[in-house]
């Protein structure tokens, strides 16, 4: 079985650095992309970027581009996203999801969500 | 604002049938497949329709998509309670090069 397990609810200050994760299994992790969404409150999804983590080959939505970093560590199946200085417009529910083919718009399994609340 | 114009909200009676639309432009539906989501309360998106209006394995086939030019449509028949979920719209945008959703769509089943 397909399955994506995302790292627990955070609070954090701004200013806090952060990083989240999302663990794959009962696939080849490798070969295929994930996919980092975001949602706030009362707003649609946005796709933040993807990475592939047989080679770690990294595109970033403009809309977020040097403002997080997603990683991955293929001999753990598991993709991160991370803050290096959060603000509190960075709450919001983040979605890891599998996606096959990068330049599309499937994403075929999803993870539970991180909750990232940003209070000072 | 998205990218993507879904209305904010759609009714329907059980039984009944209903669409939500998705407006885009060439950049994005007009050249590219859509896919379409459901996310029911407190839970993660769920893939129901991809490649404009193919369905994966378990979705039942009162969903349905279909694609005319820049706009695209969800299609639900036989509405149950258990369809009330906001539903959205996503394709690739070549211009933007990222994925694009619309702003989502609340069906509530009267």
């Known amino acids: 079985e397909v399955q994506l397990v995302q790292s627990g609810a955070e609070v954090n200050t701004p200013g806090e650095s952060l990083k989240i994760s999302c663990k794959g299994s009962?696939?080849?992790?490798?070969?295929?992309?994930i996919a980092w969404v975001r949602h706030m409150p009362g707003k649609g999804l946005e796709w933040m970027g993807i990475?592939?983590?047989?080679?770690?080959?990294?595109r970033y939505s403009p809309s977020f581009q040097g403002h997080v970093t997603i990683s991955a560590d293929k001999s753990i199946s598991t993709a991160y996203l991370q803050w290096y200085s959060l603000k509190a417009s960075d709450s919001a529910m983040y979605y890891c999801?599998?996606?096959?083919?990068?330049?599309?718009?499937?994403?075929?399994?999803w993870g539970q969500g991180t909750l990232v609340t940003v209070s000072s | 604002q998205s990218v993507l114009t879904q209305p904010p909200s759609v009714s329907a009676a059980p039984g009944q049938k209903v669409t939500i639309s998705c407006s885009g432009s060439?950049?994005?539906?007009?050249?590219?497949?859509v896919s379409w989501y459901q996310q029911l309360p407190g839970t993660a998106p769920e893939l129901l329709i991809y490649d404009n209006n193919k369905r994966p394995s378990g979705i039942p086939d009162r969903f349905s998509g279909s694609k005319s030019g820049t706009s695209a449509t969800l299609g639900i028949t036989g509405l149950q309670t258990g369809d009330e979920a906001d539903y959205y719209c996503?394709?690739?945008?070549?211009?933007?090069?990222?994925?694009?959703f619309g702003g989502g769509t609340k069906l509530t089943v009267l």
């Open positions: 996503g394709t690739w945008d070549s211009s933007l090069s990222a994925v694009v």
């Open positions: 060439s950049s994005n539906i007009g050249n590219n497949y």
């Open positions: 990475i592939y983590p047989g080679d770690s080959d990294t």
């Open positions: 999801a599998r996606h096959e083919v990068a330049g599309t718009s499937i994403f075929d399994y």
């Open positions: 009962g696939y080849s992790f490798t070969n295929y992309w």
